[in-house]
């Protein structure tokens, strides 16, 4: 990498838990701009003693305005400036779209040094169909602003991705539970730190495991796509009758039992009611 950056913007991701979590060009991006643009200087200035870098802070958070936002600009003409969040990648659940908006418009040169984010991360690990996904930020905190927001993704064909915190976290999974029923769910908590987890389960076997273990920490909640929900009565009543139609009811119950992984005793009890 070259001693000194060209003058723009240099989004620069950082750990979201864990201090090993920063790429190389990052250390060397921190360290080679002229200064670094910030949520709280406070949290910034943690890291960057860590990592031995000094550095001009110049706060940038979501009260950030007009003029906050023009002194930015004009210094990232004339000089590298980078941004950075409090935690993971700028720009995702944190500022920088207003400023990365209007450098796009002005021509000012913008990269972006990829790294730490909570929702991927979380993504991988849940083992939830990860062919496509959609993050959705966070839920609103009222009730039936949230649940109009599930609502409106109930028929979205991908996993869900939303941040989490956790004195909401019972509220969301009730509100999962009630709007989306039946889908898969996953707790990613404190990911990357010293009690990092993914829980998965229906939204009331979750809500349970809570209630009995108060979760700490930062959290990514994922819901799985539709389609996924354990089969309903009816859907295995409407498969048995099928089956039934060309074999005896144990060989019925056991056809659907190898399709649907339910049990092949209760469904071998259905199925003689159903002859
Ligand atoms: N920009 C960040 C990123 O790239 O992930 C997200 C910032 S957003 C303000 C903060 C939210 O991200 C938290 O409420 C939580 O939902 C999620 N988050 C951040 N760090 C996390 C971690 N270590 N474990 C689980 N979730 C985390």
Redesign the pocket.
């Known amino acids: 990498m070259e001693n000194s950056l060209s003058p723009g913007l240099y989004i620069v991701?950082t750990p979201?838990?864990n201090l090993g979590d920063i790429t190389v060009r990052a250390v060397e991006t921190l360290r080679g701009v002229s200064a670094v643009a910030c949520e709280d200087t406070r949290v910034t200035g943690k890291l960057l003693h860590h990592l031995g870098i000094k550095q001009r802070l110049i706060r940038y958070d979501d009260h950030a305005g007009e003029g906050d936002r023009e002194r930015l600009l004009s210094l990232m003409a004339n000089e590298p400036v980078a941004l950075v969040?409090?935690?993971?990648?700028?720009?995702?659940?944190?500022p920088g779209y207003r400023l990365v908006r209007t450098a796009r418009e002005r021509g000012i040169a913008v990269t972006s040094l990829p790294g730490?984010?909570?929702?991927v991360?979380?993504m991988t690990l849940s083992g939830l169909p990860n062919d496509r996904f959609l993050f959705a930020g966070?839920l609103p905190n009222k009730t039936k602003a949230r649940e109009t927001v599930l609502g409106d993704l109930a028929r979205v064909p991908a996993t869900l991705v939303?941040?989490?915190?956790a004195p909401r976290l019972e509220d969301a999974l009730g509100a999962i539970d009630s709007v989306l029923p039946g889908r898969e769910v996953a707790v990613?908590?404190?990911?990357?730190?010293k009690f990092?987890e993914c829980r998965s389960g229906t939204p009331q076997e979750l809500i349970a495991h809570y209630a009995a273990h108060p979760p700490k920490?930062?959290?990514?909640l994922l819901v799985g796509p539709p389609g996924d929900e354990p089969m309903g009565e009816v859907d295995v009543d409407a498969l048995l009758r099928a089956a039934l139609q060309e074999a005896k009811p144990s060989q019925a119950a056991a056809s659907v039992a190898k399709a649907t992984g339910l049990d092949r005793k209760t469904l071998y009890a259905r199925a003689l009611e159903l002859k």
């Not at 990613?188 to 730190?193: G, H, I, Q, V, W």
């Not at 920490?217 to 990514?220: A, D, K, Q, T």
């Open positions: 991701a979201i838990g969040s409090d935690a993971g990648t700028p720009l995702i659940s944190d730490a984010n909570a929702a991360m979380a966070f939303f941040y989490e915190t990613a908590r404190e990911l990357t730190k990092e920490g930062e959290i990514v």
